[in-house]
């Protein structure tokens, strides 16, 4: 007997999620990401406020960095107060000056765009790939040499005529970029890789961590993320005059002395307090485990979800190792009308899912950026599904 | 016998205050402010954990909000990562355009400076008060009726061609600037009035909470405030447009919607996490007993430092209730020329004390801001010494 006799197709479709998703989530409340503090956080807490060290000062942001330099890679970590903040400092440091511009995927979080505004710079909207969901490496090629002329080395836009200065890529739901052919394009147009890793602590690209490929890279520790300080942000580079510039712009640029107060530049108050850095600390202890979780749950997720036919779940890229952060359901083209549907059905049942973020080139916030022609982001964001993903599932 | 006959007159007075200090603080090395963890920080923190809410969702920030709101008496309360992100909000939703000018006192934390600057507007220096140690209100008038005129209802600094939008006044150390006369002010030339009360939660101004007399005020919750949060901020209004607008600008501008994601302008990532509030709202319960005590440790220094005729202590001024933030020596006219050699003997000595900032209308980052006549301003930046202000004290 179909149990679905009596739906309609789309209903259909929502309840064989729904029914997927009870099979792996349980009956209760899911929601789409949350943390878990298994570790030593509430002993890190605690020694912050019996040491009284909760603020700028204190030992666990200097450790944080480190430990984030050992895992991933990267020669310098400057921590600071969001992965808003880190972008937004990383775009500063990277040498992004007003009116320029900066090629980004339209499918990303907001931070992404806003943080290049907020430097004086145009957010400029490139479409994305069905492999790996960020910027489409061959597609931005093409584009580039078609509305971009170098002048003096310089990648300019014909059609603004305004630099061309940075790329950055989208590491969209923890799945790697082609980080290959971006750097490609980077030395081809000569202009900036910034990694936006914000969504990617624990996910390589050909064994090496994303956020190290480019002159710079950030993560986000906001509360919905792999791992989380509350809220927080990391700027990694190779770099020590990046690092050491980032570090500070990030404590008000304010000069070494012993008592004076002399600041040589407008700087920001972004430093990650040693409350949230102590946090940090022991959820990246646990990383490793919470990593192999959630390949465990994709797996988990992949056979529950292959016999409906009529999605598909987001596999990590080829030469990739994906820390899957939220786990990814693709609706076929042919059902991309079931999809707020299938959406709301979930949301109704108790189960948090969510679609891709609306597509930036079309909010009316950037109706005057420039735009590549949209084609996959178009398909893809009416096709995205993202699904409960912690850890603690499993 | 004298004990400072063999010293040289400047170490005189350096060994005097440091011999005062100890009586306080003690032979122990003595920070300049440190916070206590008395109350319900422990339990308030591992509920914040044992929950899982760590970020933006949990009930400490809109607690802590409203925490806040009883105490000052204010009718909105908007938690934010830091005292400089609620300027920079604070100043925006206040209605700060670019190329705008700013009345800002030059003797003030570079934060206030940094904010207007954030905003495309520009610092206009003004000079303080002896009485008071914020914005001197009587010069200010006199001031702006030289270097302004009203067009078209608006105050136009005559030398630049640019609007004169708003004045922010700096409660300095948490005394409480005249806010009757800057209000005449604010009216007589349509200027916004915005307090920067950074360093006066528990300050008042004529038995009401300063922060809540402009068309918004701000605090701060560093780890060196009164009360802290690890790193923190609020913004304070009446006006409930005022507060909705400035929680939307510090949740990413993103719009209500079930799961979409609309943005409607160039948002921030500035909403104070829900770990950083469980402690403001533990902090938050002690500070009536912490200002009790801040004023007990006021008259303490006062009898200790009675017979040293050199220096005085800053006292609140009339009509005001300070929440003596940081104790603050001011050295007499005639022996400025010690101070450096003062602070410097503290240190030596293990306690740590400091001057005031820079004045900012002297840093090079501002040199091309617009500044009045700074004579006090001058006078007191050799004057003033901050002194062990810690609860903890006694």
């Not at 765009?113 to 145009?122: E, F, L, Q, R």
């Not at 510039?245 to 000069?255: D, E, I, Q, R």
Request: glycine letters at 8%.
């Amino acid at each position: 007997m179909n149990i679905y006799h009596n739906l309609k197709p789309g209903e259909t479709i929502s309840q064989k999620i729904v029914n997927a998703i009870r099979t792996v989530a349980g009956e209760a409340k899911v929601a789409l990401h949350e943390p878990i503090f298994k570790g030593n956080e509430w002993s890190y807490l605690k020694d912050c406020l019996d040491s009284g060290y909760v603020s700028s000062i204190g030992q666990y942001v200097e450790q944080f960095e480190n430990q984030v330099c050992e895992f991933t890679g990267s020669k310098y970590a400057v921590a600071v107060v969001s992965g808003t903040a880190a972008l937004h400092l990383g775009l500063l440091v990277g040498g992004i000056k007003p009116n320029e511009e900066v090629l980004i995927p339209s499918l990303t979080f907001i931070a992404t765009a806003n943080a290049v505004s907020y430097c004086g710079a145009v957010p400029h909207f490139v479409d994305v790939s069905e492999v790996n969901l960020g910027i489409d490496a061959k597609k931005l090629r093409t584009y580039l040499r078609k509305i971009s002329i170098m002048e003096d080395g310089y990648c300019i836009n014909k059609f603004t005529g305004r630099p061309i200065k940075a790329v950055v890529p989208m590491h969209v739901f923890g799945h790697p970029c082609d980080l290959s052919a971006l750097l490609e394009i980077s030395k081809e147009f000569n202009i900036i890789l910034i990694e936006d890793a914000a969504e990617a602590i624990g996910s390589l690209y050909e064994n090496k961590h994303v956020g190290t490929y480019g002159k710079l890279g950030i993560f986000s520790f906001n509360g919905n993320k792999t791992i989380t300080t509350g809220g927080g942000g990391m700027i990694l580079t190779d770099d020590i005059l990046i690092a050491q510039k980032a570090k500070h712009l990030s404590t008000t640029a304010k000069k070494a002395h012993p008592f004076k107060y002399l600041h040589d530049e407008i700087g920001f108050n972004y430093r990650m307090p040693n409350l949230n850095a102590a946090l940090g600390c022991a959820q990246l202890e646990q990383l490793p485990n919470i990593l192999s979780k959630k390949r465990e749950l994709f797996k988990i997720y992949s056979e529950v979800f292959s016999d409906i036919s009529e999605i598909e779940i987001f596999k990590e890229p080829l030469c990739s190792r994906s820390n899957y952060w939220l786990q990814t359901l693709l609706l076929k083209e042919k059902f991309t009308e079931y999809q707020e549907d299938i959406i709301t059905s979930c949301i109704e049942a108790g189960i948090n899912v969510r679609p891709a973020w609306t597509p930036l080139h079309q909010l009316s916030v950037f109706e005057t950026s420039p735009a590549s022609p949209m084609l996959t982001t178009s398909s893809l964001v009416k096709r995205i599904i993202n699904i409960p993903s912690s850890v603690g599932l499993i």
